[in-house]
């Protein structure tokens, strides 16, 4: 089991540009979280899915920001266009149910200059 | 609402000493309790977990937790701590049943001097 699996590990961007983040949760994980860390907010929910289709993106902080689960393995962060105030490590997690917690990946570490 | 409290930002400990992080929750019914570890540049690691049953749980790398529904509290506990410990710690609640979503605290940031 390789774990859950983000893309890519470091990313830096210039203000304006559109920015991708990948993930591949785990096989046979029906949920996936999407996570950002900042050392002014902590860890923040920005949306999650179930059976790919998202259930609570309220924690999505504009409109620049979207999610995409096409299928069960593969998930899409966008932001569009990024800002500086963007930078932090995006965490995406997966899940097989409510008691067996979260498995995190190793974060996608965004710079937007 | 759920919500999780961690009162301690930072805690230093030495090497050999015993170790408790505090935990808060509030949450009508039982909840879903966690708590991971964060090393530098990784993603978080669950640590150990309680939903029901024996409420003293013990998790991986020696670590227990306690949950205690009259103080609202599920602290983490490790009796001798290894520098290796060094980490931050967040504990996390949830509801439970389908919806799957945990509510993380601040996390508490464990250094280990020799």
């Known amino acids: 089991d390789a774990g859950v699996i983000q893309s890519p590990r470091h990313e830096v961007t210039e203000m304006g540009q559109e920015v991708t983040l990948r993930c591949k949760p785990i096989s046979g994980h029906d949920y996936l979280f999407w996570y950002r860390q900042t050392m002014m907010r902590g860890l923040e929910l920005l949306i999650y899915?179930?059976?790919?289709?998202?259930?609570?993106d309220s924690g999505m902080p504009e409109d620049r920001f979207s999610a995409k689960m096409p299928n069960a393995s593969f998930s899409t962060l966008k932001i569009q266009p990024s800002e500086p105030r963007d930078s932090a490590v995006y965490f995406c997690?997966?899940?097989?149910?409510?008691?067996?917690?979260?498995?995190f990946g190793s974060g996608t570490r965004l710079t937007v200059v | 609402a759920q919500s999780v409290t961690q009162p301690d930002i930072h805690i230093t400990v030495s090497e050999g000493a015993s170790l408790e992080l505090r935990c808060n929750y509030s949450y009508g019914a039982t909840p879903y309790l966690f708590w991971y570890v964060q090393s530098p540049g990784q993603g978080l690691q669950l640590l150990l977990k309680?939903?029901?049953?024996?409420?003293l749980v013990q998790g991986i790398k020696g670590f227990e937790a306690e949950f205690k529904r009259s103080q609202s509290s599920f602290n983490l506990r490790k009796p001798s701590v290894h520098w290796s410990d060094a980490a931050e710690y967040f504990c996390a609640v949830g509801k439970g049943g389908a919806t799957n979503k945990l509510i993380f605290g601040t996390g508490t940031l464990l250094a280990v001097q020799p």
């Open positions: 997690a997966s899940s097989i149910d409510s008691r067996a917690g979260y498995t």
């Open positions: 309680y939903f029901s049953g024996d409420t």
């Open positions: 899915f179930n059976n790919n289709v998202p259930i609570d």
